[in-house]
């Protein structure tokens, strides 16, 4: 059982805004920053969001982060088929390297 | 570009030992940890441990004593060993690169392609 938690499924259709939200504690997401990573098909997780709502280079300004207090959110706009996969967030607890269970986006 | 490719055994037999080793290409390999991390069959994330440059080491509680994890800033390369494997262990593992830009913004920036690990008897 993930210590940070997530949706398990989320589906919009193409050109659609979605949200993905992250569940933590005070000792991890209350902390510490939030990352945020994009697993497609067959593929290994790449970062998609660091340090909250900053990108690395590449990922496109469709998708962006916020985080208030023990939670953050993942969202992606003007969604696309090749946006369907698995998202994970990610935190730390100070010595844990921790994970949420994913969330499956569904490209409608 | 920092590129992470990793190799090794993919099936393994109930009490053997898992070794993977990951080499790192196109960037530096001092100044950062290397992490490895599985992902069972049901799509979940376990970060495993990790060696800084400078040879230390930091592993999960879950798997300490049986894991262990060393590199090689000669050649760029960490590698994974996990004593006594079980079906549990069955996963897909990934090294990949632990930045840290300040204390509390850290994450894994790069990662390796993935390598599967399957323990049946």
């Known amino acids: 059982q993930s210590v940070l938690t997530q949706p398990p499924s989320v589906s919009a259709a193409p050109g659609q805004r979605v949200t993905i939200s992250c569940s933590g504690s005070?000792?991890?997401?209350?902390?510490?920053?939030v990352s945020w990573y994009q697993q497609l098909p067959g593929t290994a997780p790449r970062l998609l969001i660091y340090d909250v709502n900053n990108r690395p280079s590449g990922i496109p300004d469709r998708f962006s982060g916020s985080k208030s207090g023990t939670s953050a959110t993942l969202v992606i706009t003007g969604l696309q088929s090749g946006d369907e996969g698995d998202y994970y967030c990610?935190?730390?607890?100070?010595?844990?390297?921790?994970f949420g269970g994913g969330t499956k986006l569904t490209v409608l | 570009q920092v590129q992470l490719r990793q190799w090794g055994a993919g099936l393994l037999k109930p009490t053997e030992t898992l070794s993977l080793t990951c080499a790192v290409y196109g960037g530096s390999f001092s100044g950062y940890s290397w992490s490895w991390v599985r992902q069972f069959p049901g799509k979940g994330l376990e970060w495993i441990g990790d060696v800084t440059y400078s040879g230390s080491t930091d592993y999960n509680p879950s798997l300490k004593s049986r894991v262990s994890i060393s590199g090689d800033t000669s050649i760029s390369q960490i590698s994974l060993r996990l004593r006594s494997v079980t079906a549990a262990d069955t996963a897909i593992y990934y090294c990949?690169?632990?930045?840290?830009?300040?204390?509390?913004?850290?994450?894994?920036?790069?990662w390796g392609q993935g390598s599967q690990v399957t323990v049946s008897a």
């Open positions: 990610g935190s730390w607890d100070g010595s844990l390297r921790l």
């Open positions: 005070a000792s991890d997401i209350g902390t510490y920053y």
């Open positions: 990949a690169r632990w930045q840290t830009l300040a204390p509390s913004i850290r994450f894994f920036d790069s």
